[in-house]
């Protein structure tokens, strides 16, 4: 192992520590922030080219997993439904994973597949997780979407988000997100949200904010 790879697994262990600490204190602000950040960083080592990482493709297999996991504990501590939350102490399992990833050969404890990280432009200076169009009190252009449908143009699985203004009297779509064909897999997945208007082509993808927002699915296949 070499110094740099030494180094950069003491500064995964000691943010997934931190992240874990504030975790466990109530701090969730700040346990939120530390997992998305460890996160971002294990995302990019999973997707990093082979000459220019000392890890093997099935350690940076891992890798993604684990930064799914935090992306999966991030949501359910932001998230007011109780039923099938990724807990704290199924989060607790991944340390000595990630601190011995490199001789690490067992079967991943959890049914889960990496998050690629997209090629995405910067999203400005958006600092709240309200979206860009100003809204009108109350009613559904106030709210949550009122529905997403899924469309699929090409090779690739798209999810607009929808509102119906009342002043206006018409839906508009308040953000889109996408799943890649290799993406489509059983279990959960959490995807990028991503501004309007949707772009099918991929080419100029820009966040809907900076914060961690995303959307969070599970996927069941069935065979006909």
């Known amino acids: 192992m070499s110094e740099v790879t030494r180094s950069l697994l003491q500064r995964w262990g000691a943010s997934f520590r931190r992240g874990a600490d504030f975790d466990s204190w109530g701090q969730l602000v700040e346990a939120i922030d530390e997992y998305q950040i460890l996160a971002r960083h294990l995302q990019k080592e999973a997707q990093a080219q082979h000459n220019n990482s000392e890890f093997t493709e099935e350690q940076k297999k891992t890798i993604g997993k684990i930064a799914t996991c935090l992306e999966l504990r991030s949501a359910a501590?932001?998230?007011?439904?109780?039923?099938?939350?990724?807990?704290?102490?199924?989060?607790?399992?991944?340390?000595?994973?990630?601190?011995?990833?490199?001789?690490?050969?067992?079967?991943?404890?959890?049914?889960?597949?990496?998050?690629?990280?997209?090629?995405?432009?910067?999203?400005?200076?958006?600092?709240?997780?309200?979206?860009?169009?100003?809204?009108?009190?109350?009613?559904?252009?106030?709210?949550?979407?009122?529905?997403?449908?899924?469309?699929?143009?090409?090779?690739?699985?798209f999810f607009e988000f929808k509102h119906y203004k009342p002043k206006k009297r018409f839906t508009s779509t308040k953000?889109?997100?996408?799943?890649?064909?290799?993406?489509?897999?059983?279990?959960?997945?959490?995807?990028?949200?991503?501004?309007?208007?949707?772009?099918?082509?991929?080419?100029?993808?820009?966040?809907?904010?900076?914060?961690?927002?995303?959307?969070?699915?599970?996927?069941?296949?069935?065979?006909?």
């Open 77 to 157: 501590l932001q998230s007011t439904q109780s039923r099938e939350e990724f807990k704290l102490e199924d989060l607790k399992k991944l340390e000595p994973i990630l601190k011995n990833i490199l001789t690490y050969n067992k079967e991943f404890p959890f049914d889960v597949q990496p998050v690629p990280l997209r090629r995405i432009l910067a999203p400005g200076e958006e600092e709240n997780l309200e979206f860009e169009e100003d809204e009108e009190e109350g009613g559904a252009g106030a709210g949550s979407p009122d529905s997403f449908p899924a469309r699929v143009p090409g090779a690739a699985i």
């Open 175 to 224: 953000c889109f997100a996408f799943m890649e064909m290799d993406e489509i897999k059983p279990g959960p997945i959490v995807i990028e949200l991503y501004k309007k208007p949707t772009d099918f082509k991929r080419k100029k993808l820009q966040l809907l904010t900076k914060k961690p927002l995303y959307l969070h699915l599970h996927q069941t296949l069935h065979k006909e």
